[in-house]
């Protein structure tokens, strides 16, 4: 599955809101069950409207909404790429994660200590990815020098590698985080950097946590995390750890009657999950029928035998065709049978490149 990590410094919210999280999760009925893999990751539906939809017209019993995981990764310090705090155990966990959901204070609480002595949370996106620079600078370096050596003997993996890599410490150099380099690298040269192992050349999505009062409207500190976000190509929400605690521990209906006292459309959690799916290029497929209406995750280009595989492996061994409907046609003209006798169903082949919001059937052989 994909992975969230979850970091910022220490008492910036970054446990209420997984806390929060999984609470939400797991006070959903039986179809949303929050599993904990490890103490510090949990696993959360991704909240798609479209699913009812789907279900009520194709009288599906159940609805299973795909997930995605967020793993809390605490510890980090300035001085972590020395090791300290939990320094490399913790950036051992950043390696592993598909996405960075970086949490920066932007409320005041003079009962609450500030790290660093002062709320500036553009400041604290700063010393956090300084410090990840420099874990990714010595890492290059220590391996560059054998890249280069190895590319000299005509290895493949090596001559792709050291033009990405010399590119990199470029950027560390200027003081430019790794995924910089995703907006320029041609894709086929995206597998290489994501080989490389680096802690910035994960996409990153910031979250302002702020005090209840500003969580419809935001404040000084969030727009000022905006406009860095803005600069950076980064993602951005605003989201008040505190309520969404609250809202958490609440049945369904209250917890709206809560928001909408608040003047919020919707938890802020549901935003930050489908900000975290956005941000992984993610999109959705469904599989629809009288038992179950299913989403299945892919990464956005996959093609339909592979978006299969996610089913079963079987189904991608054995791919003969995908019976296609796309969302809209399915929802507008009623269901599966009016969307075939109007023409809208397609039979697709290997090449066909899966959209968000098909509706597929799979032929297959076993
Ligand atoms: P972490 O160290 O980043 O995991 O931070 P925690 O989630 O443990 O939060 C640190 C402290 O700040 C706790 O006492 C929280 O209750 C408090 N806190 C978290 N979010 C907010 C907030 O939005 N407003 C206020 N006033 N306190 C908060």
Redesign the pocket.
Known sequence: GFKCGIV?L???????LFNALTKTAAAQAANYPFCTIEPNTGEVAVPDPRMKKLADIAGSKEIIPTRISFVDI?GLVRGASKGEGLGNKFLANIREVDAIVH?LRC?E?SD?THVEGRIDPVGDAETIETELMLADLESLERRVEQTRKRATGKDKEALAQLPVMEAVIGLLNEGKPARLLLKTLPPEDVPTLKSLNLLTSHPVLYVG???EADAATGNNYTEAVAKMAAEQGAEFVVI???IESEVAQLPEDEAKDFLDALGLSEAGLDRLIRAGYHLLDLITYFTVGPKECRAWTIVRGTKAPQAAGVIHTDFERGFIRANTIAYEDFVGLGGEVPAKEAGKARDEGKEYVVHDGDVIHFRFNT
Do not use: E, M
């Not at 220490?10 to 209420?16: A, I």
């Open positions: 910022g220490p008492n910036v919210g970054k446990s209420t605490a949490v409320f609480d609450i946590n702020v005090a008040s750890a505190a």
